[in-house]
């Protein structure tokens, strides 16, 4: 926990009550996420290797890729990146309200770019026929992109664990309305990425929107009504615990988000644009 | 646990927002994604474009880590425990490619998978 001194100030950078003079909870997650670039590091080389010497048959990269949608999703990312940092200054503010802003914020910007993923990953198998077990390129480029979406929705579970979080009751309780709360933001923000973003980039690209809802009218039902109780669950019921003394542990998810837009920033360029040259 | 008598006592004082700080920051990875994005259509020189895209992202990257994640305002050793991480998998990325690149690891073309079967067979 970051230092606290008897006039309450708290000191957000250094905690003199450690050996390090650095917040445990910080050093912990700055030693997780080193050993999370050695994670990405082999993922990287792998399908790089099989890029600079392919074996026959491969996929050919830039016509199986989007790179207006990729784009996309590359700035979407960054400005969730934003809205993560622009959180972490607002509780080190002690604004609560402006923090929960900035969490649904990040929430939504990575469920958008979850859902460019699966948008992506759905249109390269079945239009382009390119799926994880039938070349080199699909295993290597599904693995290592699907890590990273896999880390980017952890990253957005954790966010709606954090935000729930700032609604718990200063005089103790609330832990099933709690529970019902996180239901209803995993509800919502799956149904999001899973259905309803994918499907808005198909009517973009010209998809009937009938078609979508036929497709989905369930699931987008029930996102909708989820969407709607999130409006019930976010109002202001009193007094909560969370304040700026646990600007700490927005800090450290903030950390684990940052660090998934950073290995974004390097696969798009390694897997995606040194493709088009 | 308490702090020591050393702590710093600024009575209910914020350091100064970094909001507009931040909006700044993140405009010009917009605009640097931006210049790569044009950068890989434009007819130049490969050389030139591989090496800009690795400098472009490796900015972004370095903004990203010191900028967004605070490494700039916090203890150096939070610097040197993730560049310990960065710099094992840089390693190991090198290291890979030149053991893959070597013309023994190479992948056989069609013609001489085709031949080796055939020898085998």
Redesign the interface.
């Known amino acids: 926990?970051s230092?606290?001194?008897?006039?309450?100030?708290i000191?957000?950078?250094?905690d003199?009550?450690t050996s390090?003079?650095?917040p445990n909870k910080?050093?912990l997650w700055?030693?997780f996420?080193?050993?999370?670039?050695?994670f990405?590091?082999?993922l990287?080389?792998?399908h790089?290797?099989y890029r600079?010497?392919?074996?026959?048959?491969n996929a050919v990269p830039t016509q199986v890729f989007n790179?207006e949608l990729t784009?996309f999703s590359?700035?979407i990312l960054?400005?969730s990146?934003?809205l993560?940092?622009?959180a972490?200054?607002a509780i080190?503010?002690?604004n609560l309200k402006s923090t929960r802003t900035m969490l649904l914020g990040t929430m939504f910007f990575g469920c958008i770019f979850l859902g460019g993923q699966v948008y992506e990953f759905e249109h390269f198998v079945h239009a382009k026929k390119m799926t994880l077990s039938n070349s080199i390129f699909g295993s290597t480029f599904y693995t290592l992109t699907g890590t990273h979406g896999t880390h980017v929705a952890i990253g957005v579970l954790l966010l709606g664990m954090m935000y729930v979080r700032t609604f718990k009751p200063a005089n103790g309780g609330g832990l099933f309305k709690n529970f019902a709360h996180l239901l209803a933001i995993g509800v919502t923000f799956g149904v999001a990425f899973i259905w309803f973003v994918p499907g808005l980039i198909e009517v973009i690209y010209g998809l009937p929107i009938g078609d979508l809802m036929r497709r989905a009218a369930i699931p987008l039902a029930v996102g909708a009504a989820g969407l709607l109780s999130l409006f019930w669950f976010g109002r202001s019921r009193g007094a909560v615990e969370f304040g700026e003394k646990n600007a700490i542990d927005v800090?450290a998810i903030?950390?684990y988000w940052?660090?998934v837009?950073?290995v974004w920033?390097?696969i798009?360029?390694a897997v995606y644009?040194?493709e088009?040259? | 646990m308490s702090a020591p008598a050393t702590a710093p006592a600024a009575a209910g004082h914020h350091e100064p927002s970094k909001f507009h700080f931040y909006i700044q920051v993140a405009m010009i990875l917009s605009v640097v994604t931006g210049i790569e994005v044009v950068l890989v259509y434009l007819p130049l020189a490969k050389w030139f474009v591989v090496t800009t895209l690795l400098v472009l992202s490796a900015g972004k990257f370095m903004a990203v880590i010191f900028y967004f994640m605070h490494l700039r305002w916090d203890k150096v050793f939070c610097t040197i425990l993730f560049f310990i991480g960065l710099v094992l998998a840089g390693g190991t990325m090198w290291a890979l490619l030149h053991i893959f690149g070597a013309d023994a690891s190479k992948p056989l073309s069609a013609a001489a998978l085709e031949l080796a079967r055939l020898a085998v067979a």
């Not at chain 1, 996420?33 to 050695?38: G, T």
């Not at chain 1, 600079?52 to 048959?57: E, I, Q, R």
Request: net charge negative; aromatic share 8%.
């Open positions: 926990m230092s606290h001194a008897a006039t309450g100030h000191d957000h950078h250094h003199h009550t390090t003079g650095i910080k050093l700055w030693a996420l080193a050993s999370d670039c050695m990405f590091g082999a990287i080389s792998t790089m290797v600079l010497n392919p074996p026959p048959g790179i784009s590359t700035f960054l400005m990146s934003l993560m940092a622009l972490v200054n080190q503010r002690g800090e903030g950390l940052h660090f837009d950073i920033i390097i798009f360029t644009l040194l088009y040259l």
